[in-house]
């Protein structure tokens, strides 16, 4: 029979309290609303840096629940339960590819969604709606020493930088109340993200005077240098641990081809499970790019070349200790519910709690999705019930907190 191992209390004794037991069954008896949400939050337009009309829509569907909800300086859409400690279930508001018109979410013969987004995160955002309506519909649940606090937060995919969570965990008035996050990202429960992929994204541009490519021929080409700083750090060796990648995800410059480029730039991608091989890795960018001047100033007759590194996001890598009380819950919940479920490494909103060393994982939100940051992205809402009633059960173990084995002493909900 399984257990939590931090309070002590067995999850299927919780299961079957009254009020949470309504609430687990609220979540199977009205899939045909959250299916509806789901839908009319995936037509709200939020691209990253554009997410204010879809946060603006939050907010009126958690007041319209009956929470007590604002939007915060960095344009996260926040509801209250209480008024703390608080337990943070989190899913971010911005999608990759932004939609066009509403006609791009569609619902297939066969049940499946459609759209832009539609998975990553408009699987995470109904979950949010799911867990605000039910906790308002099942007033018997349990009185909790935690409150809950529910968070549609902006900035987390690409150049977003996860600044709505940067926000939340460092300059919000609210981040000395927080104990813990449950991060709700996509839809697949297989995964438990307990390490934080770390990521450092830079912009290299190179400039010079152009000219026309043959009366001004010889004049040094940045269009020439930058290419040479992507072959260069793209032949960096990487070891097989701790595991690394390097990406030039972007190449732009120029202005015809029979011009000689006055400016070229191009956005490079450096990620890993080790903040010091990160170091590593841009000291190596930055010496290609130096490398890369040197070479066409040497070349050039005249008009020489010049480089600038520029950094545009940092994303921590961290980890969540192996005996941490989140993943004990986590745990305890999967063997109640029958999840089989493993620990993995990616890079979510729950970087930046980790790397502050508060307590915090990334799961998904029931259902099936896939095709992420394509415009043929897909979720599927069968046994979406299924991860739903995971958060609730995980939430109310995290509310409750307890005392972790072995250590002798009470802790926080996740500490």
């Given at each position: 029979?399984?257990?939590n191992a ?19 069954r609220?979540l199977t ?7 509806e ?13 554009l997410?204010?009309?879809r946060?603006q829509?939050f ?8 929470w ?5 300086r ?10 703390g ?5 989190t899913?971010?508001l911005?999608?990759v590819?932004?939609?066009r018109?509403?006609?791009e ?14 998975s ?5 955002l109904a ?5 605000a ?29 996860l ?9 919000s ?5 927080i104990e ?11 995964h438990?993200?307990t ?7 830079f ?5 010079g ?10 004049v040094?080409n940045?269009?020439?240098?930058l ?11 990487l070891?097989?641990f ?11 410059g120029?202005a015809?081809v029979?011009?000689?480029?006055q400016?070229?730039?191009a956005?490079?991608?450096?990620r ?6 990160m170091d590593?890795l841009?000291?190596?960018l ?5 490398r890369?001047r040197?070479l066409?100033?040497q ?6 070349v010049a480089g ?18 989140i993943?004990?819950y986590?745990?305890a919940?999967d063997?109640?519910?029958g999840?089989?479920?493993?620990l993995d490494c ?13 307590p915090a994982?990334a799961?998904?939100?029931?259902g099936v999705g ?10 599927r ?7 739903l ?10 509310m ?12 926080g909900p996740?500490?």
């Amino acid at each position: 029979m399984p257990t939590n191992a931090a309070s002590g209390v067995n999850v299927r004794d919780l299961a079957e309290q009254r009020g949470v037991r309504e609430c687990l069954r609220w979540l199977t008896r009205e899939k045909q609303w959250i299916n509806e949400m789901h839908l009319q939050l995936c037509r709200v337009p939020a691209p990253t840096f554009l997410e204010q009309e879809r946060a603006q829509w939050f907010l009126e569907q958690y007041r319209s629940l009956g929470w007590n909800a604002s939007i915060d300086r960095a344009g996260n859409a926040i509801a209250f339960h209480g008024d703390g400690p608080y337990v943070a279930l989190t899913a971010h508001l911005d999608t990759v590819i932004g939609l066009r018109n509403r006609d791009e979410v569609t619902v297939e013969a066969d049940g499946r969604f459609r759209g832009p987004g539609v998975s990553d995160n408009g699987a995470g955002l109904a979950a949010l709606l799911a867990v605000a309506r039910a906790w308002k519909s099942c007033p018997e649940l349990p009185e909790l020493p935690r409150s809950l606090m529910l968070v549609a937060n902006v900035g987390e995919e690409g150049e977003g930088n996860l600044l709505g969570m940067r926000h939340l965990c460092k300059q919000s008035p609210l981040a000395r109340k927080i104990e813990s996050f449950l991060v709700v990202d996509g839809a697949n429960t297989g995964h438990i993200t307990t390490r934080a992929l770390g990521s450092r994204r830079f912009e290299m541009s190179f400039s010079g005077p152009g000219g026309h490519s043959w009366s001004d021929y010889g004049v040094g080409n940045p269009l020439h240098a930058l290419c040479r700083a992507v072959t260069l750090f793209s032949d960096t060796h990487l070891d097989g641990f701790p595991k690394s990648a390097v990406n030039v995800g972007l190449i732009e410059g120029g202005a015809s081809v029979n011009a000689i480029a006055q400016f070229a730039r191009a956005k490079v991608d450096i990620r890993s499970e080790s903040n010091q091989t990160m170091d590593a890795l841009v000291g190596m960018l930055g010496e290609a790019m130096e490398r890369a001047r040197d070479l066409e100033n040497q070349r050039a007759t005249s008009g020489k070349v010049a480089g600038k590194l520029k950094e545009i996001g940092s994303r921590p890598a961290a980890t969540l200790p192996e005996h941490a009380a989140i993943l004990q819950y986590v745990r305890a919940v999967d063997a109640h519910l029958g999840i089989r479920s493993h620990l993995d490494c990616s890079s979510t909103d729950a970087n930046i709690p980790l790397s502050l060393g508060i307590p915090a994982v990334a799961i998904g939100a029931g259902g099936v999705g896939g095709g992420a940051h394509t415009t043929q992205e897909w979720f599927r809402p069968e046994g979406r019930d299924l991860g739903l009633k995971r958060i609730v059960l995980i939430l109310l173990l995290l509310m409750m907190g307890g005392e972790p084995p072995g250590t002798g002493a009470p802790s926080g909900p996740g500490r």
